[in-house]
């Protein structure tokens, strides 16, 4: 007997999937962390620094959307605590350790993406010196 049921082009919904689209347009430097095997390896040792392996599962989709852009690099911390049902010392020692760990290498292409930048590590040349005279301080 025929298949009666009509065949949907799987390529064509697979490349129309909103993930797929955010994660083609991603920079190489995420992708090989989504992709690659270290990554759910490191979550997992940092999970286990705290004792909360069972939390790994949550712990990296909440990571995986920060690298997807989908969540706001700066709810990081607070997301952790309160979806993985961290506590606060430990939400922010393991959101520090990804931080530290994985984000870091991927840092510039992450700031892009949340539209955030680092201070610059000396003032721009162009800002005035301040003038101090007496108890009063001129920056013109």
Known sequence: MPN????KNKEKDFAEDP???????????????L???AFEKRI?????????TEKVPDILRIS??????????RKF?????????????QARTIGYAIRDQIF?????????????SRPPSTPPP???????????VDLS
């Open 4 to 7: 009666t049921f009509p065949q």
């Open 19 to 33: 993930v797929w689209r955010t994660f083609d347009a991603l920079p190489e430097s995420i992708k090989d962390i």
């Open 35 to 37: 992709t690659g095997t």
């Open 44 to 52: 997992d040792a940092i999970a286990g620094e705290e004792e909360v």
């Open 64 to 73: 995986e959307e920060v690298l997807l852009g989908t969540l706001p690099i």
């Open 77 to 89: 911390v607070q997301t952790l605590q309160g979806r993985a049902r961290l506590t606060e010392g």
């Open 104 to 116: 870091a290498e991927a840092a510039r292409d992450l700031a892009r993406i949340h539209h955030t």
């Open 126 to 136: 162009h800002a005035p010196t301040p003038k101090i005279e007496g108890n009063t």
